[in-house]
């Protein structure tokens, strides 16, 4: 079962950035950089942040070079045109996920050089919890601007995905 839990909740982490990128594609250029005094100042640099470590952790779990986050990736652009593309790499990277890979070690260098070995479940969990949060920090700027972000919780998700599944068994559970 790991496997699919792992696999759900970075499909999860892809919808919700997905969400959050269009929300922030109805921002004009000065709300979207807006610097509201946190790490990442602004809605895209946040996202910007997330995508980055996104492509960080999936090049060090596929063995890739690790490319960290650049001024170009500060575009709105980019992010609508390469996140969706790394979101799908996740997914196929995660197809070949067995309960045994799940819970081997990964070794691994930091951006600061320090050395770690962590199970690959840990890795994926952070990942999604990683974006779960600095999507948070995006959609309160969104409504500290007088924007209502979009609905980012998992239980949202999970509701989301079900509605088809529901609706084709509701006139079932009728007879």
Not at 53 to 75: C, K, Q, Y
């Amino acid at each position: 079962m790991l496997p699919a839990i792992l696999q759900t909740h970075l499909e999860y982490s892809a919808w919700a950035s997905r969400e959050l990128v269009a929300a922030a594609s109805r921002l004009s250029a000065a709300d979207l950089t807006r610097d509201f005094g946190t790490a990442d100042r602004s809605v895209l640099g946040t996202l910007a942040h997330v995508f980055g470590a996104d492509r960080i952790w999936l090049a060090r779990v596929t063995g890739g070079p690790v490319r960290t986050v650049s001024e170009r990736d500060r575009d709105l652009a980019v992010l609508q045109d390469e996140w969706p593309e790394l979101h799908a790499r996740w997914k196929e990277w995660a197809r070949g996920l067995t309960a045994e890979s799940a819970v081997e070690m990964l070794s691994y260098t930091d951006l600061s050089g320090n050395p770690w070995t962590q199970p690959i479940f840990e890795i994926v969990l952070h990942v999604v919890n990683h974006g779960t949060h600095h999507r948070g920090q995006a959609a309160g700027f969104l409504r500290t601007m007088g924007h209502t972000p979009p609905k980012l919780d998992l239980i949202h998700y999970y509701r989301e995905m079900a509605k088809p599944l529901r609706v084709a068994v509701a006139p079932l559970a009728n007879h």
